[in-house]
T-cell receptor, first 113, second 116 residues
Framework: DSGVTQTPKHLITATGQRVTLRCSPR?????VYWYQQSLDQGLQFLIQ???????AKGNILERFSAQQFPDLHSELNLSSLELGDSALYFC????????????FGSGTRLTVV | AQTVTQSQPEMSVQEAETVTLSCTYD???????LFWYKQPPSRQMILVIR??????QNATENRFSVNFQKAAKSFSLKISDSQLGDTAMYFC?????????????FGEGTQLTVNP
């Protein structure tokens, strides 16, 4: 157990639907990062939050949004889902800037049918 | 923008032997961090080793060590006494040290198979 908790582990949904992925960071970590791992595109950075505020944004689609709550857990919202959104979504956390390395959760496997 | 390149999509090694995975990166920054992550079949991402660019000494973690060549922008991972449990996808990653909270940029990965 890495200390970063992601729920659910697996999610199957239909095209056009909306889902919410949840992440609880390791105790004491203020930064949360979201990554998408697709078969053909490797690990792609989506977005980072630090202590409740958005810190950096990557190639995140407009259909996707995220937030970090006062208790530091984070949610990634994916809407108007398409088949191509099927991927493994990772959450990671770090104490400050992440120079010590991120701690990853076990991921949420999203399948859009 | 920084890029990370792993030129070996797949590699294999016999148990107990040594294997080296290659990684090159491109950056104009002078302060940065480099990492190797391991992703076994469970898909969990596990930090293997990290290197600070301002340190000339190569990092080591038990059977894992790196060869960091800053001028050549090369960061290879050596696994000694390979074990079956080392079978995994290995990702090289870069982080800019100048910006607080910088993202990790990953390479495409190298699938390592350790054969008995």
């Amino acid at each position: 157990d890495s200390g970063v908790t992601q729920t659910p582990k697996h999610l199957i949904t239909a095209t056009g639907q909306r889902v919410t992925l949840r992440c609880s960071p390791r105790s004491g970590d203020l930064s949360v990062y979201w990554y998408q791992q697709s078969l053909d595109q490797g690990l792609q950075f989506l977005i980072q939050y630090y202590n409740g505020e958005e810190r950096a944004k990557g190639n995140i689609l407009e259909r996707f949004s995220a937030q970090q709550f006062p208790d530091l857990h984070s949610e990634l919202n994916l809407s108007s889902l398409e088949l191509g959104d099927s991927a493994l979504y990772f959450c990671a956390s770090s104490h400050m800037g992440g120079a010590g390395g991120y701690t990853f959760g076990s991921g949420t496997r999203l399948t859009v049918v | 923008a920084q890029t990370v390149t792993q030129s070996q999509p797949e590699m294999s090694v016999q148990e107990a032997e040594t294997v080296t995975l290659s990684c090159t990166y491109d950056t104009s920054e002078s302060n940065y961090y480099l990492f190797w992550y391991k992703q076994p079949p469970s898909r969990q991402m596990i930090l293997v080793i990290r290197q600070e660019a301002y340190k000339q000494q190569n990092a080591t973690e038990n059977r894992f060590s790196v060869n960091f060549q800053k001028a050549a922008k090369s960061f290879s991972l050596k696994i000694s006494d390979s074990q079956l449990g080392d079978t995994a996808m290995y990702f090289c990653a870069f982080m800019n040290g100048e910006t607080s909270g910088s993202r990790l940029t990953f390479g495409e990965g190298t699938q390592l198979t350790v054969n008995p």
